[in-house]
């Protein structure tokens, strides 16, 4: 058989069987990676191209080499998964760096890092005071997690006692000028809202490149023409604003009127009108 065959025919091989092998290999980003992976990933390269290339005399040395190299991580994988003993010894354990707002500088040098390199880090997670640091932890992937003290966080919705209405997952429904089917389906809506949604806006279908429902069925449209100013969509702000009026009328009657029973009335819806406002204020105010 000519080289250059058996050449594409190891390439093609080859090609469809790195395919199936990073189907099958642990997802994560290159940032978390650890060593070890980039090791793996280097060396199943290699063997990839030299078997490719056909620079190994025997195909299926290459191959059995790339089951191994293959195969072993993912063996290792499913065995951390199941033994934390096993998981340490693969990944290692994370490091305390700072203990109750004291920097731990054994641990600092037992993990080879600076000071100045850990000063940069922590400035990276947004603590440019160390004296707001109450905790900071090295992860077993070199990331190192910060915990702000109590009195230094950021203040939450919680913290002032305030409800706030949870956030679904928006929905894709017009992608390239297409209608999404499947997006409208899990936003539970259809197409005639859609096209009734867009005419409020004044766009065309064919003119949007990306079209989202939020939680709130609000539609988010960005268009392929970035010169045409689409208005906000302010309903829930008026419909807000027109039930403060309301209930300000109702104070201002039961304070004006003289009749005490009907003062009563006034005073009394005012009260439950306020109550309502308090409840729809997290769907209507965010």
């Known amino acids: 058989m000519d080289s250059w065959l058996i050449l594409l025919f190891n390439s093609i091989v080859l090609f469809f069987l790195t395919f199936v092998i990073t189907k099958y290999m642990k997802r994560k980003s290159l940032s978390r990676a650890t060593p070890f992976d980039f090791i793996s990933y280097g060396v199943i390269a290699i063997i990839i191209t030299l078997t490719s290339l056909n620079i190994l005399d025997n195909i299926y040395f290459g191959l059995i080499t790339l089951a191994v190299w293959a195969l072993m991580p993912i063996i290792l994988d499913y065995a951390s998964m199941r033994s934390k ?5 693969i990944h290692g354990k994370e490091r305390v760096l700072i203990k109750n707002g004291k920097i731990m500088e054994d641990n600092l040098s037992k993990e ?11 400035r990276s997670k947004k603590a440019f005071n160390l004296a707001d640091v ?31 209405a949870s956030n679904a997952e928006p929905q894709t429904v017009i992608l390239d000028g297409n209608i999404l089917n499947e997006g409208l389906t899990n936003a ?3 197409h005639g809202w859609l096209t009734a949604q867009l005419e409020i806006q004044g766009v065309t279908l064919e003119n949007v490149f990306l079209g989202q429902v939020d939680s709130s ?16 969509a302010q309903v829930k702000e008026m ?3 027109s039930i403060q009026k309301s209930l300000a009328d109702l104070m ?8 005490e029973d009907a003062k009563t009335m006034y005073s009394e819806n005012a009260k439950k009108l306020e109550k309502v406002i308090k409840k729809l204020e997290p769907y209507l105010l965010r």
């Not at 201002?252 to 009749?259: E, I, K, M, V, W």
């Open 239 to 241: 419909l807000y604003a």
């Open 112 to 122: 080879r890092i600076t000071g100045q390199e850990f000063l940069e880090t922590i």
């Open 134 to 164: 109450e905790f900071a932890v090295m992860e077993t992937t070199g990331d190192i997690n910060v915990s702000l003290k109590a009195d230094k966080k950021p203040v939450t919705p919680h913290d002032l006692g305030q409800k706030v």
């Open 188 to 190: 539970g809506l259809n």
């Open 252 to 259: 201002s009657f039961s304070l004006d009127c003289d009749n």
């Open 217 to 232: 069925g609000d539609l988010y449209v960005d268009l392929f023409d970035d010169m045409i100013q689409i208005p906000k």
């Open 85 to 89: 003993s096993i998981y340490n010894i």
